[in-house]
């Protein structure tokens, strides 16, 4: 093989389909369920510009062009709704959290704004906003499907030639020295130039089977992995909502944003 993909999840399917769009051939895409069955199948599919790093800002800009025109370069549809994206804090520090990245979005030339208490009302009709301070605004982030995604780009890549194994359980990768020669399944070795790690919170453990053993990406995995999306003990009476979607925004709410503030 060419490269071996482990992973079946929107990441996994995107690789294979870029490859088969550069016509890579003996690409082999390896999941150990069903694709989407993991982390993907759960996804908020946020689009969005909204993050701290130069780079990531960068790439989103990219992947913006490119989410406007996926059913036409893949021949599949996928659901993209600009409707924006928007934080809210309701502290003073929260707020200059938020304030802090706007020099950088104005560098690179997206469209993200500083909006008062009177523009979230507007945006989120129906919550309250007493204790709000302000939030950050970008118009033109959104949402996709990520399922939807999946489906598009794998159906892509096989259309190319790119073989898909579903239920097959990668638990080692192989080496010779310092190169990487292919991964080990329960039931076969298979050799390879390269191997993609699309594996998600999965991926420190695996990657440790050949000796890449590195705290940040396992402490990065686990954060993830370990955010918490459901209501507290019985013992607490905050609940917070990690988002909410309207006709007008999506809505994140970050508890270090917002000090654990119910909708």
Not at 1 to 6: E, F, G, K, L, P
Not at 200 to 214: I, M, S, V
Request: net charge neutral; charged share 25%.
């Amino acid at each position: 093989m060419t490269t071996v993909i482990v992973g079946g999840g929107i990441i996994g399917a995107a690789a294979a389909y870029f490859l088969a769009e550069r016509r890579e051939t003996n690409v082999l895409v390896l999941e150990r369920a069903q694709l989407g069955s993991g982390t993907t199948k759960g996804g908020l599919g946020g689009i969005r510009h909204q993050f701290v790093d130069e780079l990531d800002v960068r790439l989103s800009r990219l992947a913006m062009s490119f989410w406007r025109v996926f059913d036409d370069i893949t021949g599949a549809r996928h659901d993209f709704h600009q409707r924006g994206y928007l934080f809210i804090a309701n502290t003073d520090e929260g707020l200059e959290q938020l304030r802090a990245s706007m020099p950088l979005y104005e560098k690179v030339g997206v469209n993200v704004e500083m909006v008062g208490r009177v523009s979230v009302a507007e945006l989120v009709r129906g919550m309250r906003v007493d204790d709000v301070v302000g939030g950050r605004f970008g118009a033109e982030d959104g949402y996709g499907d990520p399922p939807q995604a999946l489906a598009g780009f794998a159906a892509f890549a096989q259309l190319a030639g790119v073989q898909i194994k579903e239920r097959t359980n990668v638990r080692e990768i192989m080496r010779s020295g310092d190169r990487v020669t292919g991964v080990r399944t329960d039931d076969d070795e298979i050799a390879a130039d390269r191997v993609v790690l699309a594996t998600g919170c999965w991926t420190a453990p695996l990657a440790a089977t050949a000796g890449a053993n590195d705290d940040r990406m396992r402490r990065t995995a686990t954060r993830k992995w370990l955010r918490p999306r459901t209501r507290p003990p019985p013992t607490s009476n905050l609940w917070w909502v990690s988002w909410l979607r309207t006709d007008r925004a999506t809505l994140d709410i970050s508890p270090h944003l917002t000090d654990n503030r119910t909708v």
